[in-house]
């Protein structure tokens, strides 16, 4: 079946503008993660949702960033003015909840903030 | 807060050998260890999950072992090939929300 999908799969903005990146997970899963990958920072997470609901937001940098998902499906995240520390890969993972499953990942959406 | 480190940071080895690759976490309070592979502009592609109460799981040359009580885990890769370059993470799941910290991979080439 198909696996987890990431639109755009580059994104190049200019300071101060909103971005926003789009995520489809793969059909069932009711868990969905959003993670960022920067150059010497490795793999960060950002947020989690449980169908439509967000329990942890932690991993949110700032209140430029936010997410939501809609029908326990299709998940969005925004960047509202955005700033060049911004520039990374956004990836996002979908499983089928639960503890002990497995998270699978689309191919990110590198963004570059000019 | 949970930490995971691989060391080192980059290796470089032969085709034919057989390698370890280390991955080491702060809390031993874990759910599961998940070793991805990632390859150059691609997204992740997981290779073994372990759960907390496995000490091993094997898929083909890819062995992954884990010691909770010492907060290690090893992948063990055997006969390596020049399609095994690529960097490999290793990620551990802690607490109720479900996310997964990472370490900072371990870039692997295997020279012809």
């Known amino acids: 079946g198909a696996g987890v999908s990431q639109s755009p799969s580059n994104k190049v903005t200019e300071k101060g503008k909103d971005v926003e990146l789009r995520c489809d997970p793969i059909?069932?899963?009711?868990?969905l993660y959003w993670y960022r990958q920067s150059l010497g920072q490795g793999l960060e997470f950002l947020i989690y949702?449980?169908?439509?609901?967000?329990?942890?937001k932690s991993g949110l940098p700032s209140d430029r960033f936010s997410a939501e998902r809609t029908g326990g499906s299709v998940s969005t995240l925004t960047i509202q003015r955005t700033q060049q520390e911004d520039s990374a890969v956004y990836l996002c993972?979908?499983?089928?909840?639960?503890?002990?499953?497995?998270?699978?990942f689309g191919p990110g959406t590198r963004l570059t903030v000019l | 807060k949970q930490e995971v480190t691989q060391i080192p940071a980059a290796l470089s080895v032969p085709e034919g050998e057989n390698l370890v690759l280390n991955c080491s976490f702060t809390?031993?309070?874990?759910?599961?260890l998940q070793w991805f592979r990632q390859d150059p502009g691609k997204g992740l592609t997981s290779l073994l999950l372990i759960q907390s109460s496995q000490r091993e799981q094997t898929s083909g040359r890819l062995n992954a072992s884990l010691d909770k009580s010492s907060g290690r885990s090893t992948l063990y890769i055997a006969a390596s090939q020049p399609g095994d370059s690529a960097t490999y993470l290793c990620?551990?799941?802690?607490?109720?929300?479900?996310?997964?910290?990472f370490g900072k991979g371990i870039t692997l080439s295997v020279r012809p």
């Open positions: 949702f449980q169908g439509n609901s967000a329990p942890d």
């Open positions: 059909s069932g899963h009711t868990a």
């Open positions: 990620a551990v799941r802690t607490g109720a929300n479900s996310k997964l910290t």
């Open positions: 809390d031993s309070a874990i759910y599961n």
């Open positions: 993972a979908s499983s089928l909840g639960g503890r002990f499953d497995t998270q699978y």
